[in-house]
């Protein structure tokens, strides 16, 4: 048992080194770009696109917030801004397909996604739920009330205070990594010597099949369906090189991920908004499951006549 653990914990530092790699220096930059002309510059390009969602030219900054920085900072603008119901959960919804874009396509890349694709697909997400709820719900025109939430501290004045906290951000990004990454690489190291993983994969393939995945891919879909795609990605990356997980499992369980990923945190972040969160989870589960099936659908019926003409 203590081989076990050792070797877990080792695949779970070198996954966190690998990830770590890419996480922070691109936090850091990120947070340090913030107080810049540069945001406000992708603000001001922003704001005119605002009314196509019904929103008003106030909601760019946590969109633009939330798609660079993450949900928090998007989450922490929103509470400053007078919003109707409405307009809380137009961008709760865009947010929750479109969100800390950078980071976790760079570390979802090392499996070999193509990073353009996943930010394509989860924009497009964002952009044609925003429109399709702006033109298709008339309720929630009430202001909305948030709910408790902590005192924000005041932001940071001057390059040094800046740096100070752009690093404490980004090691702040670490920690939660390792605090994840570790005990999960562990846990799935049990699992596989133990002989347990082919249990789990039995249990998840009624799912998997049904989404067009073979069920090597179960643990890779757990992962960042309960993890999100950074912290979920070193199950993703250890999948691809030792379950022989094929590429276009992978695609297919990144299509499902990018549309509903990190469930339980992604949907209860967006509590303190005083909006009701079951709707958000059910666009998301339901997008996820439906354009999966799609992509799966297509992708097959391209596959055949291709493995016909190889065959002859």
Known sequence: MTGMLQRGVLAGLKTAWALGKIIF?????????????????????????????????????????????????????????????????????????????????????????????MIVVRVGLAVVSGLLIAHFWDGGQEIARYGFVAHEAAPPSGWGEIILAALKKAVTGIVQLVAIVIPLMTVIQILKERHWIETVSRWMAPATKMLGMSPNTSLTLAAGFVFGLAYGAGVMIQAAKEDGVSKRDLTLAFIFLVSCHAVVEDTLIFVPLGISVWPLLFIRLVTAVLLTMAVAFVWRRFEHPMRKEAAS
């Open 25 to 117: 220096p691109v936090t850091l930059i990120l947070a340090l770009l913030q107080p810049t002309p540069l945001f406000s510059w992708l603000i001001d390009f922003v704001t005119p696109f605002m009314k196509w969602f019904g929103l008003s030219g106030d909601a760019a900054v946590p969109l633009v917030l939330g798609n660079l920085l993450g949900l928090y900072a998007a989450i922490g603008a929103m509470l400053t801004i007078e919003l109707t119901v409405k307009e809380v959960f137009i961008l709760a919804v865009m947010l929750s397909f479109s969100h800390n874009l950078i980071v976790e396509s760079s570390v979802a890349s090392r499996t070999g996604m193509s990073v353009w694709l």
